[in-house]
């Protein structure tokens, strides 16, 4: 899954706030949802999108858009999977204190719906952040640049981020909140 599936529901997101032409002609070739696109946006090898792409389809958290053979987030599966599995598969790695970009409870957008309990913030660790903080493992290496370029991308790396280091009782309450 590393960042694709979120990359997606961003783009799908920009499409229905600003209209599908806008995503395409953006885009490498004006089609977002390309490979070569994601890569990118994502900084991921297109052999390792594409495989992605096919384990997230043949797991159900994704499927193909049945007139334009788009890869597309399964919104329902995909909650779930957050929610209850990906803490499970992709653990968060907590470092030393780093600079970085705000991740988790630390991220802007979470600051005033979340309260963590430790002492110091998360931070993706990236020489362009501006904060100091706890190092996070992010999904994938290239996550922090990613995030940087896309806000809506970043609200939904740092909200998983929330998830995979969550220590609250009620992770469906998190993921909707907001």
Not at 93 to 122: C, D, H, K, W
């Amino acid at each position: 899954m590393k960042s694709q599936l979120l990359k997606l529901l961003s783009l799908r997101g920009q499409e229905l706030t600003k209209g599908t032409d806008q995503p395409r002609s953006e885009s490498l070739g004006g089609d977002p949802y390309s490979v070569r696109n994601l890569e990118a946006l994502l900084g991921i090898s297109k052999s390792e999108i594409a495989q992605s792409i096919k384990r997230s389809v043949a797991s159900g958290i994704a499927r193909k858009d049945s007139r334009t053979n788009e890869p597309r987030p399964h919104r329902r599966n995909l909650f779930e999977f957050i929610t209850h599995g990906l803490r499970f598969v992709f653990p968060a790695q907590v470092g030393p204190i780093q600079r970085g970009v705000p991740t988790a409870f630390a991220a802007s957008m979470l600051q005033e719906l979340l309260v963590s309990g430790g002492t110091y913030n998360y931070v993706w660790p990236c020489s362009a952040g501006r904060e100091m903080g706890q190092a996070v493992d992010p999904l994938f290496k290239s996550v922090p640049e990613a995030a940087l370029k896309d806000e809506r991308l970043y609200e939904y790396l740092a909200l998983v981020d929330a998830i995979r280091r969550r220590r609250f009782h009620n992770a469906s309450e998190l993921a909707t909140s907001g």
